[in-house]
T-cell receptor
Framework: NAGVTQTPKFQVLKTGQSMTLQCAQDMNHNSMYWYRQDPGMGLRLIYYSASEGTTDKGEVPNGYNVSRLNKREFSLRLESAAPPQTSVYFC????????????FGPGTRLTVT | DQQVKQNSPSLSVQEGRISILNCDYTNSMFDYFLWYKKYPAEGPTFLISISSIKDKNEDGRFTVFLNKSAKHLSLHIVPSQPGDSAVYFCAASTSGGGADGLTFGKGTHLIIQP
C-alpha cells in the first residue's frame, strides 16, 4: 500500500515548456487535490476532483489544467511554464465523507527558469 | 486576504515541556479544523482534527482546543519530544469536512531543544 505517489520528484523547465505532473493513489479514495507550496507560504489549492469525471478550480488555478483519468489518477498540466510557477506541488486524496483527512504525496519540486 | 493565520513562524521549546502552537481564522464559515505536520522533503501528514461543534479533541500527546467566539485554535503537545521538530500547518474546511479542499496557514516551525 503505497498511499499517494507523485512523479517526477524534481523537474527543471525553461519558460514556455510544458509538462504533466502525475499523481496516483491506491486507497480507493473518491477525492483528489493538487496544492502548491511556495517559500514561507502555506499550501494553496490549485484544483480538486470530488469524484471521477469531475474537477473544480481551487484558489490558484490560472496556468494549470487537470485531468481525472480514473479513480486512481489525477494529473496536473502546465501548458506553458512561467517562473512564478516555480514551487513544490503536492497531490492529496481523501474520502468524500466527513470528517475529512487528506493524505499527501511526497511532492514534486518544480523550477522554471 | 489570509483566512487562516499562524502568526509565529517559529517556536523553540525544551524537550519534555509543553509546545503550544496557535492559529487564528477569519472566515466564520469554517466548520472543521485540522493540524498537519511536515518534515523537510516530505508531504504533510495528518495529526489531529476538530469539528466546530466541539471545543477540545485529544489524541495521545496532542490536544487541539477551539475557541469559536475568538476564532482561535491551538495545538498542545505534551511532553514535547525531539521527533516533534517539524513545520506544523493549521488548516480549515467550509464543507463540514467534505471534499472541497482545505485552506492552510503559513505554518509554524517547531524546534525541540534537547
Amino acid at each position: 500500500n503505497a498511499g499517494v505517489t507523485q512523479t517526477p520528484k524534481f523537474q527543471v523547465l525553461k519558460t514556455g515548456q510544458s509538462m504533466t505532473l502525475q499523481c496516483a493513489q491506491d486507497m480507493n479514495h473518491n477525492s483528489m487535490y493538487w496544492y502548491r507550496q511556495d517559500p514561507g507560504m502555506g499550501l494553496r489549492l490549485i484544483y480538486y476532483s470530488a469524484s471521477e469525471g469531475t474537477t473544480d478550480k481551487g484558489e490558484v488555478p490560472n496556468g494549470y489544467n487537470v485531468s481525472r483519468l480514473n479513480k486512481r489518477e489525477f494529473s496536473l498540466r502546465l501548458e506553458s511554464a512561467a517562473p512564478p510557477q516555480t514551487s513544490v506541488y503536492f497531490c492529496a486524496s481523501s474520502e468524500n465523507d466527513a470528517p475529512i483527512e487528506q493524505y499527501f504525496g511526497p511532492g514534486t519540486r518544480l523550477t522554471v527558469t | 486576504d489570509q483566512q487562516v493565520k499562524q502568526n509565529s513562524p517559529s517556536l523553540s521549546v525544551q524537550e519534555g515541556r509543553i509546545s503550544i502552537l496557535n492559529c487564528d481564522y477569519t472566515n466564520s464559515m469554517f466548520d472543521y479544523f485540522l493540524w498537519y505536520k511536515k518534515y523537510p522533503a516530505e508531504g504533510p501528514t495528518f495529526l489531529i482534527s476538530i469539528s466546530s461543534i466541539k471545543d477540545k479533541n485529544e489524541d495521545g500527546r496532542f490536544t487541539v482546543f477551539l475557541n469559536k467566539s475568538a476564532k482561535h485554535l491551538s495545538l498542545h503537545i505534551v511532553p514535547s519530544q525531539p521527533g516533534d521538530s517539524a513545520v506544523y500547518f493549521c488548516a480549515a474546511s467550509t464543507s463540514g469536512g467534505g471534499a472541497d479542499g482545505l485552506t492552510f496557514g503559513k505554518g509554524t516551525h517547531l524546534i525541540i531543544q534537547p
